[in-house]
């Protein structure tokens, strides 16, 4: 009885946890694949507050959001 509970404790663990993994692989290529922000939105965006944005500062905005994917 006891080991009964235990092996679907465990099951339950190891299933959460490749489920978690294979979830954040997904994400991952989803997000490379289709990134949620572009150059031409950088720029659109930079226009719109008022600036004319210069090649580097996209290229920095870029670099910076690259870094948390």
């Known amino acids: 009885m006891l080991w009964d509970i235990l092996y679907i404790v465990i099951g339950l663990v ?3 946890i490749v489920g978690f993994l294979v ?3 997904l994400m991952k ?4 694949k289709n990134p ?5 939105m950088i720029k659109t ?12 500062q ?7 959001m690259n870094k948390f994917m």
Do not use: D, F
Request: glycine share 6%; aromatic share 0%; no cysteine.
């Open 45 to 56: 965006m930079m226009s719109q507050m008022g600036r004319t944005p210069s090649q580097k």
């Open 58 to 64: 996209v290229n920095q905005m870029m670099k910076q």
């Open 36 to 40: 949620p922000i572009n150059e031409q």
């Open 14 to 16: 190891v299933g959460l």
């Open 29 to 32: 290529k989803e997000l490379k």
């Open 23 to 25: 979830a954040r692989k």
